[in-house]
């Protein structure tokens, strides 16, 4: 039986071993059994994408049946994701202690009964225990889900792969908004209470369908069982050579020797998550600190933009806007999930092809512009006494511009950027951070923007998210290096460069990544 020591950095290990790139001759093959996992996998974000887009229906029906204010709705709609800080923040530890796979099993249980509190809600008080529930499993989901896909990922589709989870995120919105429509002509007191407790079909479904998945060979690398790591690798690698690299830069990282080949191993109690967080937030070295503002600063801004005020009060906008049918605001909500779901899908195909930076640029640039063009229709509205079907139009349209140009960059580059930056032993707790980040701004967005568009203006506040998405442009283009084609053991290299250098390395890197494309052909 062969032993390995953890160096005193986490990260250490890969930077001395560095992986030279992937450049197989040959057809390369289309890894399904890789994509089948992490479609499963990403499914548990559905969860929280369904909770969001239901509720922006939904809120209008518990408003009138249940007699709250709108600062009532405000705590109703935000609380799930300040709850979700719980989920998210004990998610990383416990993935690590039971494993990716049984996690996710998990995250799905915990939403289900969450949701069925809410389905079953004789009042508000109790609604809300319902959404504190379902919150801590949607925290569960957000930061599993990516966490998993991208250790199951080939590196060369990597990218695509950890998209799916905005993909499904994206889906559920879109059923939420469904159900909203499909559930609106019935009576009152039974509507809402079917919308929300229709969202425990799929965690029922995903608890039970997730078991098929293999478990992520990263975390049996860090348990010692490298012969199941390896069986596992030679499945959801394209090719037999690249799972053998992956294998020995995996037990580089864990500190488990190169040359060992026993199928389980005794590994150090510190690779089992102890005194991670130290690293990560009290004793970080250069290049882990750059990672985690990186992963902070692009899931902080994601939320900062708006996007959630957007989605989960999309009818109100459209009443603000001039339309005041409330089947017709309906309508032009689903719109909107339809929006941003086609246009997530076309990002999952480039993010592959173009790069993370290229598409988070121009996705960010896009929605300044929308937002700026949804304040100005807002104000022309408020400001005119006759109704101008123009500038109706022009919300409705910047509106569903704003979703699509959201989900092509900057919805979900995080999720995937994230789950790849961070080192090894630090991705779980890491990712859990970044999560945690996003859950909070999401939840003080959806908190408070009833209350600041009514102290301030509707069209001011869209004004104030484009200054905001202003500044995040300039974040994503001076932080952010270029990930695309990079191994997960590489990353520690990528951001050990003085952030000054990254820009000029930009073009060897997309050189080196067209390279090894061609090679693959």
């Known amino acids: 039986m062969s032993e390995g020591g953890i160096p005193k950095s986490g990260v250490s290990a890969m930077s001395e071993n560095p992986t030279p790139p992937l450049v197989f001759q040959g057809r390369r093959r289309r890894n399904i059994f890789s994509m089948v996992s992490a479609i499963l996998a990403s499914m548990v974000s559905i969860l929280l994408g369904y909770d969001t887009g239901v509720m922006s229906g939904a809120s209008i029906f518990i408003k009138d049946d ?16 300040i709850c979700s800080l719980l989920g998210s923040a004990v998610a990383g530890r416990i993935s690590d202690w039971i494993g990716r796979r ?10 289900f009964v969450g949701a069925i509190l809410m389905g079953l809600a004789p009042n508000f008080a109790w609604l809300m225990v319902g959404r504190i529930v379902a919150g801590v499993g949607v925290g569960f989901a957000l930061m599993i889900a990516p966490v998993y896909t991208a250790e199951i990922s080939p590196a060369m589709s990597r990218g695509f792969l950890t998209s799916f989870p905005e993909v499904f995120i994206n889906t559920g919105v879109l059923l939420g908004y469904i159900s909203n429509i499909s559930f609106s002509q019935l009576p009152e007191h039974l509507s809402w209470r079917l919308m929300l407790g229709a969202g425990g079909i799929p965690s029922a479904m995903l608890a039970f369908g997730i078991l098929i998945m293999p478990e992520s060979p990263r975390w049996l690398v860090m348990q010692g069982r490298l012969g199941e790591a390896r069986k596992v690798l030679n499945k959801t690698c394209d090719s037999n050579e690249e799972a053998e690299l992956r294998l020995a830069d995996i037990k580089s990282a864990v500190g488990i020797p190169e040359n060992c080949v026993d199928d389980v191993v005794s590994v150090p109690k510190r690779s089992h998550g102890e005194g991670v967080w130290k690293e990560l937030l009290i004793r970080p070295t250069p290049s882990v600190r750059r990672v985690l503002i990186a992963a902070v600063g692009i899931h902080l801004f994601q939320q900062a933009s708006g996007i959630d005020a957007v989605v989960l009060y ?6 603000k806007a001039g339309i005041k049918k409330k089947s017709y605001r309906l309508g032009a909500t689903v719109a909107v999930g339809f929006s941003k779901t086609i246009f997530i899908l076309v990002a999952t195909f480039l993010l592959d092809r173009i790069g993370r930076r290229p598409l988070l640029l121009g996705s960010t640039g896009g929605m300044i512009v929308c937002l700026i063009g949804l304040a100005s229709g807002l104000t022309v509205v408020d400001h005119s006494e006759k109704k101008l079907m123009w500038a109706i139009v022009l919300c409705v349209v910047m509106t569903l511009t704003f979703v699509a140009s959201f989900s092509i960059g900057l919805g979900p580059i995080p999720w995937v950027y994230s789950s790849e930056i961070f080192p090894l032993r630090l ?10 980040v996003n859950r909070v701004m ?9 209350s600041l568009y009514k ?3 509707i069209e001011r506040t869209f004004f104030m998210f484009a200054g905001i998405t202003g500044l995040a442009w300039t974040f994503f283009y001076t932080f952010l290096p270029e990930t695309q084609g990079k191994t997960l053991e590489e990353m520690e290299g990528l951001f050990s460069t003085s952030r000054f250098k990254w820009k000029s390395s930009m073009k060897k890197d997309n050189d080196d990544v067209v390279e090894n494309q061609n090679g693959r052909v």
């Open 427 to 436: 991705r779980a707790q890491g990712v859990s951070i970044g999560v945690a």
């Open 314 to 319: 999309s009818p109100r906008i459209f009443e």
């Open 102 to 111: 049984y996690t996710i099993v998990f995250a799905s249980v915990i939403f």
């Open 455 to 457: 102290a301030i203006t």
């Open 66 to 81: 249940l007699k709250i204010t709108d600062t009532q709705i405000e705590i109703l709609v935000g609380i799930i994701n």
């Open 442 to 450: 999401s939840g003080v967005i959806g908190m408070t923007f009833l």
